[in-house]
């Protein structure tokens, strides 16, 4: 069946510009999360969505970074005054349900890049 | 609070030897600890998971992990390796019943023909 998919792939911006990424999650699940991935680095954990509210938003790193869910499937990550900082590769997953017994699959990420 | 450190950034190996790819976690629980790779442009995929059952793990593609309690880690080997194995390894942590992914710095893994 289908995966994980996110759009776009890549993204290019100019620093202060709003952007949007997308997450389509495997149908039928529930959970939904976002991660950013830093150059060198792991991935960070930024939202967790149970349906369609934010049950966890604790990572975002500032009130730049807002996401919704509104029907419960598709996600956009959304990043005002967007700044050089922000450029990563977005990685969003999705699973069953929120716990740890339940694998996280996970999208190809949108790489975003701030000039 | 729980932390990974994967202990090397870069490992290289010829094809048909050995792998090895160290961790170690820090935690003030018994957490539930995973290893995914991730290829070029893909997704990170699981590769397996440890739960508090049995400590030694095994996932796909030969790969397994054994958890050691009194030594913090969870590594881990392939007896042999191919050229598809080549890749970004993570291990990764989660508390009890969490669903909020730690993720260590990864190892790239080089394999030699």
């Known amino acids: 069946g289908a995966g994980v998919s996110q759009t776009p792939s890549n993204k290019v911006t100019e620093k202060g510009k709003y952007v949007e990424l997308r997450c389509d999650p495997i149908?039928?699940?529930?959970?939904l999360y976002w991660y950013r991935q830093s150059l060198g680095q792991g991935p960070e954990f930024l939202i967790y969505?149970?349906?369609?509210?934010?049950?966890?938003d604790s990572g975002l790193p500032n009130d730049r970074f807002f996401a919704v869910r509104p029907e419960g499937s598709v996600s956009t990550l959304k990043i005002q005054r967007t700044e050089r900082g922000d450029s990563a590769v977005y990685l969003c997953?999705?699973?069953?349900?929120?716990?740890?017994?339940?694998?996280?699959?996970f999208g190809p990420g949108t790489r975003l890049t701030v000039t | 609070a729980q932390s990974v450190t994967q202990l090397d950034s870069h490992v290289s190996v010829s094809e048909g030897t050995p792998v090895l790819l160290r961790c170690n976690y820090s935690?003030?629980?018994?957490?539930?600890l995973f290893w995914y790779v991730q290829h070029p442009n893909k997704g990170l995929q699981l590769l397996l998971k440890y739960t508090s059952a049995a400590t030694l793990v095994k996932g796909i593609n030969g790969f397994e992990a054994e958890f050691k309690k009194s030594e913090t880690s969870f590594h881990l080997t392939k007896p042999s390796a191919h050229m598809s194995d080549a890749a970004e390894y993570f291990c990764v942590a989660s508390g009890a019943g969490s669903y909020q992914l730690t993720f260590g710095k990864g190892t790239k893994l080089s394999v030699i023909p």
């Open positions: 997953a999705s699973s069953l349900v929120g716990q740890d017994s339940y694998e996280q699959y």
């Open positions: 969505f149970q349906g369609t509210g934010a049950a966890d």
């Open positions: 149908s039928g699940h529930t959970a």
């Open positions: 935690s003030s629980y018994s957490p539930s």
